[in-house]
């Protein structure tokens, strides 16, 4: 008769007990399961913490990520199941009961069952831990297996066991789960039901062999192909894109398919015969979108494109195979952009221009200004959360105004959706808000009519003209939201940017600058410091210990970019589909409208005239406050 303990097979007594009794002989304590399994679970040295979420539930954003430790976190932490090639060590089967009703955890209690006998059958190694009626099984692997084999697998699985959740195994980026002595969203923590003794042995050295997981995938064999079935189908439907290439506004990102390839490798779930087929796919795109060999190469080494990496390990020498890939695509590319014209699309889903005559003379030097006033008093006229908003949005503006060298810019609602990470109603919400307000800091000029969107011009408000006099420029370049912190959270790009700008002397300094609590920007901190994106302690204050290019690097392995990759091929279908509407309709303005359209532009042409004058003489007003004069 097979021991209690063999293979992990649990002791504990009644299944709709809340987690494992502190008093079964053989419950280990949750430090010591901690430290013993979490390094051995762990595809890599990572992990993320829980954060509450709504129906009591919790997530392990990528914001949260830290490095493992052996010490045991105070908050749930579940840890990254795949290496950056695309590979487990274990896996991971959650078993959950959702609601937590006394049927669920009957049922899981009854699927946890079949699957160690399964498992025992076969020969594998795992534990089982418990809480709360949820379980988790970790099979330990003798070699680690690859992302779509552990994936088909698990997925076969749930194909057996209803409350098998697969979703730990269908990302490389994204699958973590949590492991025995992580706290529990409900209190306690995962418990193990096996002695210490017996514990230490699995973790130091024994495995599931290979023999095992043939047997495993011979008695799921039904489910297997039930399980490529619904993939192939999902393929056949999913529409292929071709290689785009998008410049301003979100840097260049390639097609949403190729990016989806770059991350998670599945090549199978495109249609594609092999992953060489898959790989070239990649590696062209990749060199439309402009990016160098070592460009591509950086980002499969340092884990932003593990998708890709796992598309060449199948080969004997992965590197050696990438380099000869890209050396014969070369010149296959070369020749074929010199024989077709190939033209560039941008993500602006509206031109971005001025209208009107020539800018202010000097309009840079107005932005600027008009950018360092809004940085010295934002947080005293759009306090808290609700101002980080518009304060987000009225930077977007400046930041196009830079872009075209005016004060006066028409890109569009969703043009500024991508550069603020807000969505489209938000938008127009904030615009209609901030260029109705008395003494506002933008105004409109020009109403949307038909393909031209709205033109907005940046405005020193009448009560801070006397400081903009004797404003100091802030340093830097112009931002609105950086795509990493679409991620990271507004809190910590607040925090980011104060130490930036010379306020990160301590906590006290940021706190009084950002106008975030105390409790905001000590978890700033702690997820700027976790990422290395900043160093230093409350005694001493903080200092940046990176810079845009690794923010863009930390964007893309956050899978931001993608996102925005995503968002724009939406919003360019919206724009076809708008200016097809246009092409069918003849739309006409009501004749209110049309009286204030001419009203606007008889007021644009009056504020412009200016721009028709000769340069001033010496003896006038310096170059600054004839510029302010302009927008005043």
Known sequence: M???EYGGRSTVGKCGEPGVSTHTPTTLPPDLSWSLTAPVIAGQPRMRLGKPQRNNRVSYPASTERALTPGLPTKPAAV?????????NVLALDFDAKDRTTEQTADVAYDVFQAEALLDQAGAWFLTDYAHGG?????????????????????AMAQRWATLDPSPHQSIARGCITVPGSPHKLGGHRQLTITERSLRERVAGLRTPARALRQLRLTLRDEIRLVQAKRAATAAAEPHSTPVVYEAGAGRIMGHKYLTLALEGDWAAYDYDSPSEARWAVLWSAMATGLSREDVAARMNDGRWPGLWALHTHRPHPWRAFADDWTRMEPLFRAKNTSQDNSVHTSDTSANSHTGEPPVRDS???IRTWRSLLHEVETHEFPGARGWTRRLLL????????????TLTATGIRGLSLATGLSIQTVATLLRELSTQDDPWITLTLRAHGREAAAYELRIPDRHAAPAETVRWIRGKAHALRPVFECLGAPAALTYEAIEHGH???????QA????????????????????????????GYWLTSDDRDLERLAERFGV???????????REHRRLWWAYLERHHIALHADDLEADREIRALLDEMRLHDLDPPPSSASSPPRQQALEGVA
């Open 80 to 88: 990254r199941l795949y290496s950056d090639a695309g590979h487990c």
């Open 2 to 4: 097979v021991p209690p």
């Open 364 to 366: 840079h030097g107005v």
């Open 504 to 510: 990160g002397s301590s906590p006290e300094t940021i």
């Open 513 to 540: 600058r950002t106008g975030l609590s105390r409790t905001a920007v000590t978890d700033a901190l702690a997820t700027l410091i976790g990422w290395n994106l900043i160093d230093g302690h409350a005694e001493e």
């Open 135 to 155: 379980s988790h099984i970790y099979v330990l692997l003798d070699q680690p297996m690859p992302f779509l084999k552990a994936r088909e697998l698990v997925e």
């Open 395 to 406: 930077r977007a503006i400046a930041k196009q105004s830079h872009e075209i060298g005016s």
């Open 561 to 571: 970019t993608h996102a925005r990759a995503t968002k724009i091929a939406t919003y």
